[in-house]
């Protein structure tokens, strides 16, 4: 059992590595001295409290920090091996892409909400785009409700429909991994298993980081899951282990659901 | 409603009171305004028209004027304006933003005289210099062109300060949806928030348009008065209905022609700024919801149709029952 886990863990590739992060805003620290390593075409969940850093650390990721003026970063997060500190933002963004705990469409159709990022880059092709809008709703499991009506505003849709059209609108940049801040939690029970089935189909071409406040959620999609505690992060595990075997007390204690 | 009324009253009785006066050459004229001229002429106080009694006061050119110079005016403030406004709301460092939009506020509350005043002392000299420059016919640079710039000095303030509400008011969330696509944040300015602020701005157009179609003294103070005609040439002198209204309007006896006609320009100054608000806020509707309700034009023209089919299919009854009648008796 434990020789497959590490014989797993090699042939899986380290996207994201996390050494001796630290982040402040202005004088108060809200991450300590994270460690970690997330994989390639997994699923990791981030659990804990409220206010334990979650949202802070996955924004760290895609650089989202950097629009908070008196957010200040230390360490290193290397992406492929390379500090995003020293990439182009923009470049990052649209190889790691970000779904937000409100669905956030913009103010225009769906065909344009799904074009904007590509747009933005520069592409101009109409076939090119036709083609793209097409593959990312099929992606995001959208294309069948909205074929007929690309033409009408985004903001008209269902909250649930929303959030995926959200999703289809970070596929279309194509990239390598997606960062899911509460992707669920404005959202029925039935929107909310569409995007959870979503995910598991779509860890086996992206790369998926998913904060969530629901441990049974964790529990079903996440490959890895994360814990984490008043900026400190307690324990990563395979999701199996971490909630069958927590190593840590403080994550049993979490699970069990005796605090936070 | 009363004002609206007063001047509805007053602004109708030329063209239904026969007027007595002595004309300058000293004849006698007696009549009333002439109803077809009065919108069609492109000459204000023509003459008097023996063979109809009818005294002549054109205001057509008056009315496309005041368009033109409204056109010319919407042009140059509204990217101005909202450019400003971006880089207020959006761009400026905290301190500077705040420096500005308290000056911007200061702005709109200055008087139309001293804007006139500035014009006259400021814009029509650079007009004049711009004019000889390029070799266009202006002598004195009292122009179209004047008018069109101390008006947008004098509207952009209040658009400016209605954008900044309207870009303040873009959600967060939109702008981070944007940047996270890899969005730069002049894409984000230009495609995100222009776009999900643009019925406030437009909100703020209409107020500044209200009040440079309104705007009288400044402009009699920098477009000159000229006697008729309609003027595209920005370097032309121009009048306009409002500055029309205001001129020698201190020779005119109260009680006469001259004096009363103003009252008919009024109204229809009124009509035109009322006409313009509704086309405007039906656009602004349009632009603004998610499911923009039809325009209130095409509206009316369903209402129309509607009543005409129902008046044309009564009609066809009433008609179909008198025939059955007729048969019967036969
Ligand atoms: N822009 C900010 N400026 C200052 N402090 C912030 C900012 N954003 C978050 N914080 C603080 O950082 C800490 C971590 O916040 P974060 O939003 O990452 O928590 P979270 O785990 O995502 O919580 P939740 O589950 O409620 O979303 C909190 O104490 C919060 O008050
Ligand atoms: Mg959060």
Known sequence: ?260 | MVVLGFIIVRGLKPFFHSYRETLADGSLAEGTASFSYFWSGIRYNNRFDFETHHYLYGIGHLIVNSLILNLYTIILAVPTSVLTALFISKIAPKPLALILKSGVDLLSAIPSVIFGVFGMGVIVPLIRAWARAWGAKSASGVSLLSGAIVLTLMVIPTVISVSVTALDGVHKEQMEGSLALGASRTQTNFKICLRAAKSGIFAGIILGVGRALGEATAISMVCGSPIQGITWNPFAPTVTLTSEMLLAIGEAVPGSMNYDIRFSAGMVLMLLILMTNVILNDVKNHLSEVNPPPFFIARIGKVMKKGTLAVISSFRKSWQKHKAEKEKKQ
Request: glycine share 6%.
């Open chain 1, 1 to 260: 059992m434990d020789s497959l886990k590490s014989e797993q863990n090699e042939s899986m590739q380290t996207i994201f590595a996390i050494r001796h992060l630290n982040l402040y805003y202005g004088k108060k620290q809200a991450l300590h001295d994270i460690n970690v390593d997330l994989y390639e075409h997994c699923v990791t969940a981030l659990i804990g409290p409220s206010g334990c850093g979650k949202s802070t650390f996955l924004r760290c990721l895609n650089r989202m920090n950097d629009l908070i003026d008196d957010c200040k970063i230390d360490g290193q997060i290397l992406y492929h091996g390379t500090d995003v500190q020293s990439v182009n933002p923009i470049l990052l963004r649209t190889k790691v892409g970000m779904v937000f705990q409100q669905p956030n469409p913009f103010p225009m159709s769906i065909y344009d909400n799904i074009c904007y990022g590509p747009r933005c880059q520069g592409v101009r092709n109409r076939t090119h785009l036709n083609e793209l809008v097409e593959r990312s709703l099929r992606e995001a499991a959208l294309w069948d409700e909205v074929k007929d009506r690309l033409k009408t505003n985004g903001m008209a849709l269902s909250g649930g429909q929303q959030q995926r059209l959200c999703i289809a609108r970070a596929l279309a940049m194509s990239p390598e991994v997606l960062l899911m801040d509460e992707p669920t939690s404005a959202l029925d029970p039935i929107s909310t298993k569409k995007i959870e089935e979503l995910v598991m189909s779509l860890k086996e071409r992206y790369t998926i980081i998913i904060v969530t406040h629901n441990l049974q959620q964790a529990a079903r999609i996440a490959d890895y899951t994360s814990f984490f505690l008043l900026g400190d992060l307690v324990e990563t595990n395979k999701t199996e282990t971490l909630f069958s075997r927590p190593s840590n007390e403080k994550t049993e204690r979490y699970i069990t659901g005796r605090f936070g």
